[in-house]
């Protein structure tokens, strides 16, 4: 089944195990570029690592969702690494820049 996620951006929380990273590869097979944040930094960059070596577009992030200036930097970070300039400047709809 594809979902349609190409061009598009995911950005998975706790995606170093369980039904996060069960969320984090279910986006990028359907072709999404997939940040994966987890507080557990060797989780996160273990899945990533595996992402990428099966030819998916990610990148790991640490991060604990409990803290809002880590939050804001896991955003800043995912739009910064995976975001093109296209994708934040176009919607369907309307050009925003």
Do not use: W, Y
């Not at 990428?52 to 995912?78: F, L, N, P, W, Y």
Request: proline content about 1%.
């Amino acid at each position: 089944m594809n979902l349609g996620f190409e061009n598009k951006v995911a950005l998975v929380t706790g995606a170093g195990s369980g039904m996060g990273l069960a969320a984090a590869q279910a986006f990028a097979f359907e072709g999404a570029a997939v940040a994966l944040a987890d507080v557990n930094e060797s989780a996160a960059r273990n899945a990533t690592e595996r992402l990428v070596a099966a030819g998916h577009r990610a990148i790991a992030i640490t991060c604990d969702v409990t803290e809002e200036a880590q939050v804001k930097a896991m955003i800043a970070q995912s739009v910064s690494k995976l975001v093109s300039f296209r994708q934040a400047c176009v919607t369907p709809s309307e050009s925003r820049c």
